[in-house]
């Protein structure tokens, strides 16, 4: 999806200053720039379009995380520059702004992207320049880089606790719908290959281009379905309409739950409580979470930037990625991505959301699984979760219904 422009090959810079590797850089990309007291990282992330409801959050979470780390010290001995980019919902802008933040500001990592669109369009940029993307969202798995660190949930720390969550509460007969991009329809995938395995129905599949606020023939097609629960994989602000128009219909929690794994407390406030009101999500963190490191991160992001401004699973997984990122390149001494890597397997952080682990071989993170149900309040209150974090199996080979998916 992304234009050839973005994608085209690197050039090799020359600059002063020290970099993170030794060599020639006719065969890789723009180095970091150590030289001085700073080292700049990148944020990419939607501040604008359709995606800028859940975005800016996102980017507002790697911000706080790096005022922390700055005020302890930083990396290594310097400061944290962030350099800030606007992927403006547009996946060729995401490659675009990738390019010029590994060549052009010479960052030592980005954090960043939200669908999996913008991923996917980015993917080969950090690759082809061996930059490190960490990467904070929930995705469908079947993917691995060795330039990304996914510190958002995969297939099975998500889609499946969530299946085996409506399984439980004798849901059958379930009705798909999503954006229409590489997300949901790879996720539906998974979904329809698991239900088939147990012993579940899917009664339906619609999808709705992203910004879409079109959803009145959906939601008809729902009630009439008489599924026992929807399985939501909308992106963006398409869910304040289509959540509109599931309570035009007549259509209820209690009636036909919607379990959706795009919405979290952000997307609640925005949407609204008395739309969302005992509807089901699939997260691995929620502002409710207990423990005291989210009780800190909460009073710490409220304070800076407002007291009426909830957290949310994905800015909880990117404020974490900041903190990996700091203890990868500590252990490894080094900002160089080789070097940070090697150093991955085995590293922990007592994150808001719990310990996570970071397994180095598939460079994502232990995770645990969490159910919750919407508030009156705008907050959604766990209804259960996994009981210890899951080791991550982005391609499912743990499940024998999902061969072949990949």
Not at 170 to 182: A, E, N, Q, R, T
Not at 218 to 235: G, M, P, Q, R, Y
Not at 249 to 274: N, Y
């Amino acid at each position: 999806m992304a234009g050839t422009a973005a994608l085209a090959a690197v050039v090799a810079l020359s600059a002063c200053g020290a970099k993170t590797n030794s060599g020639s850089t006719s065969d890789k990309a723009a180095q970091a720039d150590t030289s001085g007291d700073t080292i700049k990282v990148g944020l990419l992330n939607s501040l604008s379009g359709t995606m800028a409801i859940s975005e800016v959050t996102v980017r507002d979470s790697l911000k706080l995380a790096i005022d922390e780390i700055n005020a302890s010290g930083g990396v290594l001995g310097k400061k944290i520059k962030p350099i800030s980019e606007d992927g403006a919902s547009d996946w060729p802008t995401f490659a675009e702004k990738a390019s010029k933040l590994i060549k052009e500001d010479r960052v030592a990592a980005t954090f960043g992207c939200w669908t999996s669109a913008s991923r996917k369009a980015v993917k080969p940029v950090f690759e082809k320049n061996r930059s490190l993307l960490f990467y904070p969202v929930q995705y469908e798995g079947l993917e691995e880089s060795p330039y990304i660190f996914y510190t958002g949930a995969t297939t099975n720390q998500q889609i499946v606790p969530a299946l085996d969550y409506l399984k439980s509460q004798g849901k059958k007969k379930i009705y798909l719908v999503g954006s229409d991009y590489v997300f949901p329809r790879t996720a539906n995938k998974e979904i329809k290959a698991y239900a088939k395995a147990n012993g579940m129905t899917v009664l339906g599949e619609d999808y709705a281009p992203l910004g879409s606020t079109e959803f009145s023939t959906i939601a008809n097609k729902v009630k009439a379905s008489k599924a026992d629960a929807v399985f939501n994989t909308l992106n963006g602000d398409s869910n304040v309409a289509f959540f509109k128009e599931y309570k035009s219909a007549g259509l209820t929690a209690t009636r036909m739950p919607v379990v959706s794994v795009s919405i979290a407390e952000e997307e609640v406030k925005s949407i609204g409580s008395q739309y969302l009101a005992g509807q089901l999500t699939a997260w691995n963190y929620y502002q409710t979470t207990p423990g005291a490191a989210n009780t800190t991160f909460v009073k710490a992001y409220k304070a800076k930037y407002g007291q009426d401004k909830p957290t949310s699973d994905p800015m909880e997984a990117a404020y974490t990625s900041v903190y990996l990122w700091k203890a990868m390149v500590e252990k490894a001494k080094s900002f160089d991505p080789e070097k940070v890597k090697a150093a991955s397997d085995g590293i922990t952080f007592e994150a808001p959301e719990g310990k996570v682990t970071v397994d180095g071989a598939s460079q994502h993170i232990y995770k645990t699984a969490r159910i919750g149900k919407v508030g009156t309040d705008g907050l959604i209150q766990e209804v259960w979760n996994s009981g210890k974090p899951i080791k991550p199996d982005p391609f499912l080979k743990g499940y024998s219904w999902a061969s072949g998916l990949s």
